[in-house]
């Protein structure tokens, strides 16, 4: 029974000093290239128009990605950083904007005309499928004149 207690207490010994080391190793890692480029991708050049952050050549979008990598290595989360940027510069930083007020619209109108479009092409597969109507049986076109001769023969057998 003192085996089993001794050889928990140095397992449990073991793990604290194994965890103690691995946080002492390195607190705040240094992000890699594709953590900052996968934040700077969401993220539009608020100098050069339409040209995401990612692949801006200019020397302001370099320094807004060391920005990016030092708020990362800080512990920033990835909407804690978007957030800055929008505070700093606007909606118009983001690639996609955000879901409320009159962009909302954005996210609503396409869907709502991408449905009536489907609607619009089924209607029209479903009614090139359907077979036409035959025809309705008509009189054949000697009747009325049938008619017609019989009311004359009929006329002139009362003159008669």
């Keep these: 029974m003192k085996k089993l207690f001794f050889l928990f207490y140095l397992t449990?010994?073991?793990?604290?000093?194994a965890d103690g080391m691995v946080s002492a190793q390195s607190p705040n890692p240094t992000p890699s290239?594709?953590?900052?480029?996968?934040?700077?991708?969401?993220?539009?050049?608020?100098?050069?128009?339409?040209?995401?952050?990612?692949?801006?050549?200019?020397?302001?979008?370099?320094?807004?990605?060391?920005l990016i990598r030092l708020k990362l290595s800080e512990g920033w989360t990835e909407d804690q950083i978007k957030q800055y940027f929008v505070d700093q510069y606007g909606a118009?930083?983001?690639?996609?904007?955000?879901?409320?007020?009159?962009?909302?619209?954005?996210?609503?109108?396409?869907?709502?005309f991408m449905a009536i479009g489907i609607l619009i092409v089924f209607r029209a597969f479903r009614s090139m499928r359907k077979p036409a109507a035959p025809p309705a049986p008509a009189e054949s076109p000697s009747a009325p004149a049938d008619n017609y001769l019989r009311r004359v023969e009929e006329e002139l057998k009362q003159r008669d």
């Design 33 to 66: 290239d594709d953590e900052v480029n996968a934040i700077a991708k969401q993220l539009f050049c608020p100098v050069c128009e339409n040209t995401p952050l990612d692949v801006c050549p200019t020397q302001a979008c370099a320094q807004w990605r060391d």
């Design 92 to 112: 118009r930083v983001l690639s996609a904007p955000p879901m409320q007020g009159f962009s909302t619209l954005i996210y609503i109108i396409p869907p709502i």
């Design 12 to 17: 449990l010994l073991f793990s604290l000093s």
